[in-house]
């Protein structure tokens, strides 16, 4: 199953005198969501950027499905990624986005039509993105992520922007890709959704695993979700505001 598989190998990354990761290592596995959390700066932006090449760290390895990103032959076929759901040309339909995206993995056109439906935005295919509303631009993003029916994906904040019917589907979403067995794995500051979704937590701070463990385990001993991150991250807080 290494082929469905997230694999992160002491990572360590600087930016001048900043440390922003610190020897990071976990791994994400096939068959449940895994929920990625840790104060503001712990370093969860640079790690996924990290997997998906967008940055390169100063040591370490960061692997899916064994092999770095840049390795990858079509790689929206390997993982799937909604980083920022902003991040389109506004002018463009939505149906035109992914139409471009699937033109440079040689996936077909029909494959757009079946994305569009699953995330709800076959109606709103052909309006230019940039007048999406955010909840709208965020089904867009994971439209693309699974454009390449990927084995792996890598969600930053998925609920987002998202109204209550918006959370519900997209947590049902969730529920089901990772009961096709593959590795979904899901930043979030959401404690309450990550408690009954996620089946396991890589939690970090100031760049490096506090905790990386089954979400049963972290609820039984401190009976919260919000409780374990709360006590487990209380010395990993670069800012703290005055009390």
């Not at 029909?110 to 230019?128: F, I, N, P, S, T």
């Not at 979704?197 to 990386?212: E, I, K, N, P, T």
């Not at 463990?213 to 919260?224: F, I, K, N, Q, W």
Request: proline share 5%.
């Amino acid at each position: 199953m290494r082929a469905n598989t997230i694999e992160v190998s002491r990572l360590c990354k600087r930016y001048g005198p900043a440390v922003a990761l610190d020897d990071m290592t976990f791994t994400v596995r096939p068959g449940h969501v895994t929920g990625f959390v840790g104060p503001n700066g712990a370093g969860k932006s640079t790690t996924m950027r990290v997997i998906l090449g967008l940055d390169r760290a100063d040591a370490g390895t960061a692997l899916v499905g064994g092999r770095r990103y840049a390795e990858l032959t079509r790689p929206l076929t390997h993982v799937g990624a909604l980083i920022d759901p902003g991040a389109l040309a506004p002018t463009r339909s939505g149906r035109n986005h992914l139409l471009w995206l699937a033109h440079s993995q040689r996936l077909p056109a029909r494959r757009v039509d079946e994305v569009l439906d699953l995330v709800g935005l076959a109606k709103a295919a052909r309006r230019h993105a940039g007048g999406y509303s955010l909840g709208m631009k965020q089904r867009l993003g994971v439209a693309a992520a699974l454009l390449g029916d990927p084995p792996i994906l890598i969600l930053d904040e998925p609920f987002n922007g998202l109204d209550p019917e918006g959370i519900v589907w997209m947590r049902e979403l969730l529920r089901d890709l990772a009961a096709q067995q593959r590795s979904v794995l899901i930043a979030s500051h959401l404690m309450s959704e990550l408690q009954d979704l996620a089946g396991h937590l890589v939690m970090v701070g100031r760049g490096h695993v506090v905790a990386d463990e089954p979400v049963a385990a972290l609820t039984g001993r401190h009976g919260s979700l919000e409780a374990a991150y709360l006590a487990l991250t209380r010395t990993e807080v670069e800012f703290r505001a005055a009390r």
